[in-house]
């Protein structure tokens, strides 16, 4: 099967996340992907964006968007270094934050964090199936 690819860099702030969802979704939808895939790879990139923008010291976040045999991958890559590697967290009932990354992993078929290039910032990848084909 055919895959398809597309990257794009937009400016670290707070705009950056709706139109990093809207682009995702955007493209998804030229490849013939709706529906709950789509929906659940735009809130995806939409947690992914927002936790690069909060921990990282980014002036420049990266996204990109492959599909390949059925599978949607997603990466955002940031340019500086958090304190810790992100991981999912149990957030208090009080709590605003927080559940973005079990959100990811509740969503997604796998996902994890690699080192971006050269060995600065990290990438965070997630990748989602057929709708229903979730872990």
């Known amino acids: 099967m055919a895959s398809s690819h597309d990257a794009f860099r937009l400016t670290a702030q707070g705009a950056a996340v709706a139109e990093a969802r809207r682009r995702v979704r955007a493209r998804l939808r030229e490849w013939g992907i ?3 895939l789509s929906d659940d790879a735009g809130l995806i990139v939409s947690e992914l964006f927002t936790n690069a923008l909060r921990y990282s010291d980014s002036e420049k976040i ?11 991958r997603i990466e955002v890559a940031e340019q ?22 079990l959100l990811v992993s509740a969503l997604s078929k796998a996902w ?24």
């Open 34 to 36: 709706d529906g709950e």
């Open 62 to 72: 990266a996204c990109a968007v492959r599909l390949c045999d059925g599978v949607v």
């Open 80 to 101: 500086g270094r958090g304190l810790t590697v992100p991981q999912p967290r149990l957030a208090g009932t009080d709590e605003e934050g927080g559940r973005g990354l």
């Open 112 to 135: 994890g964090v690699t080192l971006g290039e050269g060995g600065r910032g990290r990438v965070v990848w997630a990748e989602l199936g057929p709708a229903g084909d979730h872990q």
